[in-house]
């Protein structure tokens, strides 16, 4: 039970870093659609 307790951590783990790395590729999607609607903004001003 021990090494199945060790690989379910480490398979939280690898789960956790995916979660995280996607999070960041919102964040950054998020802020290149904020820039661009910030840019059209700009030309209807």
Do not use: P, Y
């Amino acid at each position: 039970t021990k090494l199945h307790s060790d690989f379910v951590e480490f398979l939280e783990s690898i789960t956790l870093a995916a979660l995280a790395k996607e999070s960041e590729w919102q964040k950054a999607l998020v802020k290149n659609a904020k820039r661009g609607g910030k840019k059209k903004q700009c030309k209807f001003n």
